[in-house]
């Protein structure tokens, strides 16, 4: 039976509510309960106590640089002053040469407080941080996500991924596909080549660095072909990996690439 004058659903609805869980609903709830009273919830970037498993203390969040207007239009590299910005402004590194991808965006400025959450995360096995970097994702590139027919996550060469035993930006991308329901494909693209860090290196030097050196496999070219993908990656710094990517993904025939990471290391011409 439906609910009755008083909006409360009988005894002999099989339907959910808030006065009469489904039995599965109690067990997530006792389950979280005995995980918290084992390991009381920590702050995921400081460890101190927080109210729930994986979220920000106060301070913490606070710290916390969230990427905000103004920024570049294509790049979504942070201005520093409102002045710098615009309705069509580009970043030096844009007006000196457009990238191939259409656009993209960040979540974070890769600063002290970002790298407390990037760096766990890339190189210290803390995949539990993937499920609260996923919707600062997805609030940065809401409207990338909207256009987007497929995601696909930066590639790791072997021999890396076999030190570091996980992608982290495979990991990034599956985050935010199960967030908002877009099809993932992990392997769409392939390092044909180890390059070297790019850490130090200028923009130019990054760029020929990894000329080259990723490709579609054959076997996924069809499902990037005629599709407007998102390319997921943890930090961009002068763009020059995704645009390779890009290049790549428009080689065999993707209407569009845009990029979305979680961390943006800022120009310092725009300091």
Same mark, same amino acid.
């Given at each position: !039976?439906?609910?009755?004058? +008083?909006?409360?659903?009988?005894?002999?609805?099989?339907?959910?509510?808030?006065?009469?869980?489904?039995?599965? @609903?109690?067990?997530?709830? %006792?389950?979280?309960?005995? #995980?918290? %009273?084992?390991?009381?919830?920590?702050?995921?970037?400081?460890?101190?106590?927080?109210?729930?498993?994986? =979220?920000?203390?106060?301070?913490?969040?606070?710290?916390?640089? %969230?990427?905000?207007?103004?920024?570049?239009?294509?790049?979504?590299?942070?201005?520093?002053?409102?002045?710098?910005?615009?309705?069509?402004?580009?970043?030096?590194?844009?007006?000196?040469?457009?990238?191939? %991808?259409?656009?993209? *965006?960040?979540?974070?400025?890769?600063?002290?407080?970002?790298?407390?959450?990037?760096?766990?995360?890339?190189?210290? @096995?803390? $995949? @539990? $941080?993937?499920?609260?970097?996923?919707? !600062?994702?997805?609030?940065?590139?809401?409207?990338?996500? =909207?256009?987007?027919?497929?995601?696909?996550?930066?590639?790791?060469?072997?021999?890396?991924?076999?030190? *570091?035993?996980?992608?982290?930006?495979?990991?990034?991308?599956?985050? &935010?596909?199960?967030?908002?329901?877009?099809?993932?494909?992990?392997?769409?693209?392939?390092?044909?080549?180890?390059?070297?860090?790019?850490?130090?290196? !200028?923009?130019?030097?990054?760029?020929?660095?990894?000329?080259?050196?990723?490709?579609?496999?054959?076997?996924?070219?069809?499902? #990037?072909?005629?599709?407007? #993908? $998102?390319?997921? @990656?943890?930090? !961009?710094?002068?763009?020059? +990996?995704?645009?390779?990517?890009?290049?790549?993904? $428009?080689?065999?025939?993707?209407?569009?690439?845009?990029?979305? #990471?979680?961390?943006? &290391?800022?120009?310092? *011409?725009?300091?």
């Amino acid at each position: !039976m439906k609910s009755n004058a +008083t909006g409360r659903w009988s005894l002999a609805s099989p339907v959910k509510t808030a006065a009469n869980p489904a039995p599965a @609903d109690w067990l997530r709830r %006792f389950g979280r309960a005995a #995980v918290d %009273f084992l390991v009381p919830p920590r702050c995921a970037a400081c460890d101190e106590p927080v109210a729930v498993q994986g =979220e920000l203390c106060p301070g913490c969040f606070g710290r916390t640089g %969230f990427i905000s207007a103004p920024m570049c239009v294509r790049c979504g590299v942070p201005f520093a002053a409102a002045e710098q910005g615009g309705d069509a402004a580009l970043c030096p590194g844009c007006r000196q040469r457009l990238p191939l %991808f259409r656009q993209a *965006r960040a979540a974070l400025r890769y600063d002290q407080q970002g790298r407390r959450l990037i760096l766990p995360f890339k190189h210290g @096995d803390r $995949l @539990d $941080l993937a499920p609260i970097l996923a919707p !600062m994702l997805v609030r940065a590139g809401q409207h990338l996500l =909207e256009r987007a027919d497929v995601i696909v996550p930066v590639p790791l060469h072997r021999r890396r991924l076999f030190h *570091r035993k996980y992608n982290q930006a495979a990991v990034l991308a599956f985050a &935010v596909g199960r967030l908002v329901r877009k099809p993932v494909l992990p392997d769409a693209l392939q390092r044909t080549r180890r390059t070297a860090p790019l850490d130090d290196k !200028m923009p130019e030097e990054r760029a020929r660095e990894v000329a080259g050196s990723l490709r579609v496999r054959p076997n996924r070219a069809a499902g #990037v072909s005629h599709r407007t #993908v $998102l390319l997921i @990656d943890d930090v !961009m710094t002068s763009g020059a +990996t995704a645009n390779a990517c890009t290049e790549a993904l $428009l080689a065999v025939g993707a209407t569009a690439v845009d990029v979305l #990471v979680a961390a943006r &290391v800022p120009d310092p *011409r725009l300091n």
